[in-house]
């Protein structure tokens, strides 16, 4: 009985989408989903090797909430942009445990905001992600999107 009480206590998936993206402009079908489902205060996680996709996916979700200057945040750790939501961009691939966006994410997370992390492995201890994208890149050029958001 233990058992099964344990893993009844984890995150269910409840929707899992997938695209092939063979165009970039097709990235902004696959934000206007993601928007479509935050609330307000999303956290996403963005999985995906160098080159893949996630920064451009960035771009057109921040163009859905009136942001037009995004970039990437490689040696920033963090970008924050107002728009008609506040959306956070970390990447999270040099974070240290004491760099300031560690610990004060809190901080700028004022709702309805939307914190999106590439490299998220660096906080899952800390956040609880409801989405979670992956980005694939195929041989013949394409990307490969996999959503998956959990209750």
Do not use: N
Not at 56 to 62: A, C, K, Q, S
Not at 75 to 99: C, I, K, N, S, W
Not at 105 to 116: K, T
């Amino acid at each position: 009985m233990q058992s099964v009480l344990l893993a009844l206590s984890f995150s269910l998936i409840f929707m899992q989408i997938d695209w092939v993206v063979r165009e970039e402009e097709q990235l902004q079908s696959v934000a206007q989903t993601v928007a479509d489902h935050c609330s307000d205060s999303s956290f996403i996680a963005l999985h995906g090797d160098l080159g893949a996709g996630k920064t451009t996916f960035v771009h057109f979700l921040g163009a859905l909430w009136g942001i037009s200057d995004v970039r990437s945040p490689s040696f920033d750790l963090l970008h924050v942009h107002a728009g008609t939501r506040t959306l956070l961009h970390m990447d999270a691939y040099r974070l240290r445990q004491e760099d300031p966006a560690f610990t004060d994410w809190e901080d700028w997370c004022r709702p309805p905001f939307c914190l999106v992390v590439e490299w998220p492995e660096r906080l899952s201890h800390v956040l609880a992600f409801q989405m979670h994208l992956w980005f694939f890149l195929q041989p013949d050029g394409a990307r490969r999107i996999q959503l998956k958001m959990f209750e």
